[in-house]
């Protein structure tokens, strides 16, 4: 009985089949440092672009304020002061005049019923530094006190001892942002339907208010 061969055995070991393979790895590895020298820019160039610039994506965390009555142990008296209530996060890379008018929005949307805030501008002065003006607008349908549903327009928010106080409070240290350490404003002036705000009863917004 003839011995037992596999065809497939038999082929793999003729001289052709190691001619073949040894051709194989000699161009692969005639290749290989090519593909390399190929593949390296490739590489590089998708890491350069996955890699954010130090700048770039950065957020700034502006705070939110309003107020509480507290009782000061050391002066014996309730006071009401100021308190951080939120923070919001906007691009670093924007210019102040942006970033001031992203507090404006979320004063409005978190603490006024959406009451129109509007930076009116920003003005250079000499013994204070850079000012923003602030004016607060009615709504185009008021036409006076009680023409308007309750705290649809900022004369609502002008009204009562407490109610002004925190008004005054809301405003006023959200827009200096006395713990924030990146550039910002020096001082502020609130303005009212584009006019001054005076000495009014309830709210103390007058005048040039400094960080």
């Not at 490739?42 to 700034?60: D, M, Q, S």
């Not at 308007?148 to 004369?155: D, K, T």
């Not at 550039?183 to 002036?189: A, F, K, L, M, T």
């Amino acid at each position: 009985m003839p011995p037992f061969t596999s065809n497939r055995l038999t082929e793999s070991i003729t001289p052709t089949n190691h001619f073949r393979t040894a051709m194989t790895k000699t161009r692969f590895n005639q290749f290989a440092p090519r593909f390399a020298l190929l593949l390296i820019p490739v590489l590089l160039l998708c890491e350069c672009r996955r890699t954010v610039p130090a700048e770039e994506g950065r957020k700034a965390e502006l705070t939110l304020y309003t107020s509480r009555d507290t009782f000061l142990a050391d002066k014996n008296l309730h006071s009401t002061v100021p308190v951080p209530d939120r923070t919001i996060a906007v691009d670093s890379s924007l210019i102040l005049e942006k970033k001031i008018r992203a507090m404006a929005d979320s004063l409005s949307a978190y603490y006024f019923n959406g009451l129109s805030i509007e930076l009116a501008g920003l003005d250079t002065i000499p013994e204070a530094g850079l000012v923003a003006r602030i004016d607060l607008r009615e709504k185009e349908e008021y036409s006076g006190p009680g023409s308007l549903p309750s705290y649809q327009s900022w004369y609502d928010f002008f009204q009562g001892s407490a109610g002004g106080t925190n008004t005054t409070i809301t405003l006023r240290e959200s827009f200096l942002q006395p713990g924030y350490e990146g550039s910002w404003i020096n001082g502020v002036i609130f303005l009212y339907q584009g006019e001054p705000i005076g000495e009014w009863d309830h709210i103390r917004l007058q005048g040039l208010i400094r960080k």
